[in-house]
C-alpha cells in the first residue's frame, strides 16, 4: 500500500506521518523532497524556480517507483502546490497521477493556525502569507489533488488526521 500525504507547507505532514510510522512498522516513510534531493534535484527554496520545479516532478516520479519497488508499504509527504520565490508553482496532474498512489490524504488546517504554525517554524524558508492568501492557496492544492488523485483522496482537519488514517490503516 502507498499513502500520499498532502497539504501545505507547516500543515503537520511530517509530525502525522513520523506518528503514524511508529503505530505501524509495516509503513517506511519518506518525503518527496528527500527523494528528489537523494536523485540530484534541487530542493533549497531560494533555488527553486519553475524549471527547477518541472524537472524535480520527473525526478520524483521515477525515485518513488524505485523506492515502492523496494518497499511494499510506504507512506510520502507530498505537495500540489510549491511555494517559491517566483511564486506558487502548481504541480501537473500527470505526475500525481504517477506516483500511482493506492490512497491520498489531504490536511486541511484552519488557515490562521496555519499561518501561526508557519511564523513559529524558524526551521524552514517560506513566504509570508496571512491567513487569507494561505486559505486561498490551500484550496488551490486540494483543488489540483482532487483532479489528479479523485476518489483516492480523502480531505482531512489536520488536527484530527491521525486517528482517522490509523483506523484507514488497520488491518481489515
Known sequence: ???????????????????????????????ASSLIKEHGGVIRYDELGRNRVFS???????????????????????????ESEEGVIEIEPQVLKGLELDLAFFLKLDPCLLSERR??????????????ELNHLQERAIKIC??????????LNGELAFNYIKKALAPK
Not at 119 to 132: G, H, I, N, P, V
Not at 146 to 155: H, N, T, V
Open 119 to 132: 511564523e513559529l517554524d524558524l526551521t524552514k524558508k517560506r513566504r509570508a502569507a496571512d491567513a487569507s
Open 146 to 155: 482532487k483532479a489528479s488523485l479523485k476518489e483516492k483522496l480523502i480531505i
Open 1 to 31: 500500500m502507498h499513502i500520499g500525504i498532502f497539504g501545505l507547507s507547516g500543515s503537520g505532514k511530517t509530525t502525522l506521518t513520523n506518528r503514524l510510522a511508529r503505530l505501524d512498522k509495516r509503513f517506511v516513510v519518506i518525503s
Open 56 to 82: 524535480n516532478q520527473s525526478v520524483l516520479v521515477d525515485a518513488y517507483r524505485e523506492f515502492k519497488s523496494v518497499h511494499k508499504y510506504t507512506m510520502i509527504e507530498l505537495h500540489s502546490v510549491i
